[in-house]
């Protein structure tokens, strides 16, 4: 009976250890969201600032066109197609069953025309017309959406097809979209616009862009809606306020005007109750830093990206800095070179931690400039 008391009371410790500790000033107001999936993302930061379910595997539908505007967009900066390129609509496009931009097998599109009909039009067709003109099928051009998925880290998504038709092999997560959509907007900002547009008219035919936020907030500027059966009504949204950038995702909602006012309510979120903190630029020399037994003593130290964090209203300015570097550094260092880290400290508690890199490279010393640092090491 002993044992079994102690063996109950060591469970009892186990699990109240595995239970997360937050800081009193990462509590936020609580968030309900009506959908099955949803992810608030800083695109700067890269942080998470309100989730659920992010990872579970869930029927993307349209969704599914974010990547493949991503190969066509790979595929125009590589130059293996240009925009003004024209493109022969086989049968297989031309009969797409889902939404369409209504291109047809004997009347001339081009590559700009397709890609607005993927964005705004949300055409079955374009894609297939696109996969086609860039990999020979879809099912090849599906083979290197996969692909970019895995480079990407989208760790829990599956393709099957160019357009998001309901397959049960065919899966992402709202937490791998976010990646996703950060990633058309970091790697292709000259084609990223074209995610605001509101409407665009081919074949005589107008139709407009399903992302209603478009229309009712000054600060969305993209992206997708997808609505399949099986995952009802979905939505990838980007909006910029000021200096920050926001992405949220969600998946499985009741209808198109849900979409809106849940994704509304995510971004409202983020930008009320969150700041973005950018202490440092890339390559800016934060310090000069001793080296011994180099052609110089001093190196100049700092960053090989910008530095972001993202924490809740009012916490950013209690943030500190804290640097620790190698010693002692011993030439020669090359540039760009790890040489220590910041941790970024707020109530005595990790923020974040990037490292500390060369922002020049020194050259080892001659004999003599060795032997005399040599000499003042031994007194240091």
Known sequence: MKLLLT??????????LLMPVFPAWSQQPELSIAAKSFTLTDFHSGQTLASSNPHERLDP?????????YVVFSALKQERIKLDQVVPVSKKAWRM????????????VTVDELIHGVIVQSGNDACV???ELIAGSEDLLVHMMNEEAKRLGMHNT??????????????????????????????????????????YTYNGITQQNRNRLLWTDPNVDGMKTGWTEAAGYCLVTSAKRDHRRLISVVMGTASPNARSIESQRLLNYGFQFFDTA??????????????????????????????????????VEGVKARMEYRQPLIAPIDQGQEIGKVKFVLDGLEVATYPLVALEAVDTANFFGRAWDNLKMLFN
């Open 7 to 16: 063996l109950m009371k060591q469970f009892i410790l186990f699990l109240f």
């Open 61 to 69: 539908a349209s969704l599914t066109k974010l990547m493949t505007a």
């Open 97 to 108: 069953a889902g939404s369409r931009m209504f291109i047809e097998p004997n009347k001339p």
């Open 129 to 131: 017309a696109l996969a």
């Open 158 to 199: 599956h393709f099957t097809n160019s357009t998001g038709l309901t397959h049960p092999d065919h899966y992402s997560t709202a937490n791998d979209l976010a990646l996703l959509a950060g990633a058309i907007i970091r790697d292709f900002p000259e084609y990223y616009p074209l995610y605001s547009l509101r409407e």
């Open 278 to 315: 950018h202490p440092y630029k890339k390559n800016q020399p934060v310090a000069n830093v001793q080296i011994w037994k180099g052609t110089q003593n001093k190196i100049k130290v700092g960053f090989n990206q910008d530095i972001y964090f993202s924490l809740p209203k009012g916490k």
